[in-house]
């Protein structure tokens, strides 16, 4: 079935630091992926995605390319800052199907 | 603008009550979706709904029923609630993917559930 694989947190950094969370996944067919990201006390938000190969979604700063060779879909930012501490979370959704599958999330937290 | 808006937020039961979760959208989204969050587990899928009149299992639907009589409203139920469903409940509802598959929740705020 299909899965989809983050590394583990917290990841802590400092304010303008380089951001990598890294995202791998296994599908049946050729999904579409995501990244949602989930701000204490609050439930998920698209933070981007991105529908096929080769692809880069990006948002508020926040990029991912979709990689079909490597089965990845890493998240980058190039300077973080105290506001994007938050839990981010990989998904993906195969084509035909109506849900998505989640990563179990990686803890980001931004000290000043 | 509302969105996905689940009553109640936080509720407290005792092992063996019951009780209904509702989530109500606004948006007329075809699909609903009832997920639960668990620490080091992320996201896992209970029921869904790919329209009015329709359900399907998710991942652990175990312990779980839910009923969709109207577009806007997918109701979780607990029959007979135990401790192990001491969570995070989050509903979401979308569109149906276009022709390149994506497919975009939008997300309640949460109800959080202690079953003691």
């Known amino acids: 079935g299909d899965s989809v694989t983050q590394m583990e947190g917290p990841v802590t950094l400092s304010e303008e630091a380089f951001l990598t969370i890294n995202c791998t996944y296994t599908?049946?067919?050729?999904?579409?992926l995501f990244w949602y990201v989930q701000y204490p006390g609050e439930g998920l938000q698209l933070l981007l995605k991105?529908?096929?190969?080769?692809d880069k979604g990006s948002n508020k700063g926040f990029e991912a390319t979709y990689r079909k060779e490597t089965t990845s879909f890493h998240l980058e930012k190039g300077s973080v800052q105290v506001s994007d501490s938050a839990v981010y979370f990989c998904?993906?959704?195969?084509?035909?199907?109506?849900?998505?599958?989640f990563g179990k999330g990686t803890m980001l937290l931004v000290s000043p | 603008n509302a969105g996905v808006t689940q009553t109640p937020k936080f509720r407290v039961l005792k092992t063996g009550q019951s009780m209904t979760l509702l989530c109500a959208q606004d948006?007329?989204?075809?699909?609903m979706y009832w997920y639960r969050q668990d620490p080091g587990m992320g996201l896992r899928l209970i029921h869904y709904?790919?329209?009015?009149?329709?359900?399907a299992k998710g991942e652990v639907p175990d312990g779980y029923n839910v009923s969709r009589l109207k577009k806007q409203n997918f109701l979780l139920g607990l029959e007979s609630a135990a401790p192990s469903q001491t969570s995070v409940y989050f509903c979401?509802?979308?569109?149906?993917?276009?022709?390149?598959?994506?497919?975009?929740?939008?997300f309640g705020a949460g109800s959080r559930l202690t079953v003691l």
């Open positions: 979401a509802s979308s569109t149906p993917g276009s022709s390149s598959g994506a497919n975009v929740l939008t």
């Open positions: 599908a049946t067919g050729y999904p579409s």
């Open positions: 991105a529908t096929k190969a080769d």
């Open positions: 998904a993906l959704s195969d084509q035909g199907y109506s849900t998505l599958t």
């Open positions: 948006m007329n989204h075809e699909y």
């Open positions: 709904s790919v329209g009015e009149g329709t359900t």
